[in-house]
């Protein structure tokens, strides 16, 4: 039998420039009832703070463990599973899940050893493009159509509920089918930088924009979930690219 706990200790909470204290407590008592505990925190405006303690009602401990972090990235590096939770659809580049529907992949990622993280943003501006092309997939909680932002903890506990109900359904399920792990989101950023001077160095671009095609590379590259030794292998296509690139332009001058 699947010990639920040593799942649910391999996923984290993240919290984006929250600006209100109370939101981290509620929050901090949100994923504590559904027997989580990892809540990292990006430049929040005010932690710790008596708000905070105050709506987190007994779930103090989730926040005195609570990690605080400057940046996005920071907090995500060793993960191999990222949902970016989103209150409205804004990046065609990211399928789309509900909550429902990323339990079994979260699950998948934990079984097999690895971390996972579920991203929220700021209570006014939600998560920027920037944020969520960090992220592996988009989770939008069903809502009425002309209202769809929850609070920011009713939100997380929304998704700590879902989670919870995915593992204990199905506490069996098998890890997926692969011999390594997927590499981690710190080494994939590392890869699309690398991919990203390349085709700059390779003259790839031609004045159309860069970014439209790192966006759609970033979802090809994402849906396979590359390991660390294929990485190696892609980069070594690309170190190469470029060593050839250098060639061509010392032999154009
Ligand atoms: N006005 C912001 C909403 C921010 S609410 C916007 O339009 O983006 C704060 C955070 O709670 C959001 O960034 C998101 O992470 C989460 N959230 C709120 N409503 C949600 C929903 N319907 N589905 C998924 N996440 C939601």
Known sequence: MTDISALAARVRFVLVRTSQPGNIGAAARAIRTMGFARLVLVAPAR???????????????VLADA???PDLRSAIADCEVVFGATARQRNVALREYTPREVAAPVQAAVQAGGEVAIVFGNERTGLENDELALCHGAVHIPTASDYSSLNLAQAVQVLAYE????????????PPHRT???????????????????????????????ETIMLRLRKLFLRAQPDERELRVLRGILSDAQRMARIARGIDK
Do not use: C, W
Request: charged share 20%; hydrophobic share 40%.
């Open 67 to 69: 990690l605080v972090v």
């Open 163 to 174: 989670l919870r109900v995915g593992f204990l359904g199905n506490p069996t399920a098998p």
């Open 180 to 210: 390594d792990p997927p590499a981690s989101a710190g080494q994939m950023e590392g890869f699309f930088e690398h991919l990203y001077t390349t085709l700059d160095d390779i003259d790839f671009h031609k004045g159309r924009s860069p």
């Open 47 to 61: 932690f710790p703070d008596p708000e905070a303690t105050a709506f987190a009602a007994g779930a103090d401990g």
